[in-house]
């Protein structure tokens, strides 16, 4: 299955219960825009490199569309596609006033040289410029970009259209960026995993949780979850997976990462199992916060938590969904789970159009209070209704789209 059509099956469950008529659904599924440019650069050895990038609007209804870059070898306009449409239900779901879109280029960045790296981003820019902007459509970082790569974005951009920082966002602090927006993703994993335990009558220190990824998002997650007494029993990287079955030390394994360039390679606090393995151990939480499409029919049976976050997007197969769904897992979906990086963006985004900046405790605060918020809708929605927290959240979501889209007038 395509990873669109993945989000498409999870749009029509739930669009079953909102009663949209077909010509509406056909409406929102489609997107608006799809936009595929040639990049071609000149590698360090003078040979010229040409690169797809794409940048796909999905929606617009509810205001400027907004979502990530992503630069990784997998990248192809349908999984683009299929990101922008996500990007759509995640700002409706949170409320914020956006629509929803994505970009990439199909690159392995790990394999370009930092000019290259720059000079394939300006390129990109170059391109598609004048269909982005802060009031039509807002890039930020995603999986292989990162605050520089988004300074570089700004700067291009304005070599076209003037100052303007909000036309991009995840910059780095000292470049307008948000505090606080880098840990934000992460950050807003664990603030829902404790509302959600909460929720469930459980408490963290009985809760033994396994993360998947030990980038931004997994990273930041097991400090959170670590810090808020949750015993991270495991993590992982492309290097493997680290179990302890007492608990991790998070802090140890966020300083050995950090000073051996991201990889947890050779980290010798933790038993080394494989990624496999992460997926089946015995623990109370999964949170998968690496790549899409790591839970699937051929590895659901060896799953034994029975809370699963996604801080990924689109990390579980829709058939695997639905075996642990009837299993009685509590999942928590993507649009819910890990929009705490596009929340800190829209208060960047608001920072950079008012030319006002805010402190991290601000940021902070504002963030919890969006995702409780949020997190106690679909968790009512759910129960109205009874379905899953998946097709609650996308119920909501969808509310909001259509009624925006009917009130705009077609
Ligand atoms: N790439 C992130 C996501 O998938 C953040 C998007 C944003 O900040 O606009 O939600």
């Not at 394999?111 to 390129?123: I, P, Q």
């Not at 991270?232 to 990287?237: E, F, K, R, T």
Request: hydrophobic content about 40%; proline content about 4%; charged content about 25%.
């Amino acid at each position: 299955m395509k990873a669109s059509e993945a989000t498409q099956l999870y749009f029509e469950n739930a669009a079953d219960k909102v009663d949209l008529d077909d010509r509406m659904m056909k409406l929102l599924l489609a997107a608006k825009r799809e936009v595929q440019v040639q990049v071609a650069v000149e590698l360090d050895n003078g040979e010229i490199e040409t690169l797809v990038g794409y940048r796909v609007q999905h929606d617009n209804s509810r205001g400027p569309m907004k979502g990530g870059l992503r630069f990784h070898p997998d990248v192809d306009l349908d999984e683009v596609r299929s990101l922008a449409a996500l990007m759509t239900w995640k700002c409706a779901v949170v409320n914020l006033p956006y629509g929803g879109a994505k970009g990439g280029i199909c690159v392995d960045p790990k394999k370009l040289s930092h000019k290259e790296l720059e000079r394939v981003t300006r390129k990109f820019v170059d391109q598609i410029h004048d269909i982005f902007g802060p009031h039509t459509d807002i890039p930020a970082p995603d999986m292989g970009t990162n605050h520089e790569i988004m300074s570089w974005i700004r700067n291009q951009w304005e070599k076209y259209h003037g100052f303007n920082p909000a036309c991009v966002t995840g910059k780095p602090v000292e470049h307008y960026g948000a505090e606080g927006r880098e840990e934000a993703t992460g950050r807003g994993v664990g603030i829902l995993a404790f509302k959600l335990l909460g929720r469930l009558g459980r408490k963290p220190k009985d809760t033994r949780v396994a993360i998947q990824g030990f980038g931004n998002v997994g990273m930041h997650a097991a400090k959170f979850l670590h810090e808020a007494d949750f015993k991270v029993v495991a993590i992982s990287d492309v290097s493997g997976a680290y179990y302890r079955p007492e608990g991790i030390d998070v802090a140890k394994a966020l300083h050995y990462s950090l000073n051996h360039g991201r990889s947890l390679t050779g980290f010798e606090e933790a038993e080394r199992i494989s990624n496999t393995e992460l997926i089946g151990l015995n623990v109370e939480m999964l949170i998968p916060a690496a790549l899409g499409g790591v839970i699937t029919m051929d590895n659901v049976n060896q799953i034994r938590a029975n809370i699963i976050l996604e801080g990924a997007n689109g990390p579980i197969h829709p058939d695997a969904d639905r075996i642990l769904n009837e299993r009685g897992v509590t999942i928590l979906p993507d649009i819910v789970a890990n929009a705490g990086g596009v929340t800190v963006s829209y208060f960047e985004w608001v920072q950079n159009l008012q030319h006002y900046k805010w402190g991290l405790n601000r940021v902070r605060q504002e963030l919890d209070h969006v995702l409780t918020q949020a997190f106690d809708q679909v968790w009512q929605e759910a129960n109205d209704r009874q379905v899953s927290l998946r097709t609650a959240a996308y119920v909501i979501a969808i509310r909001r789209v259509h009624r925006a889209t009917v009130l705009a007038g077609i």
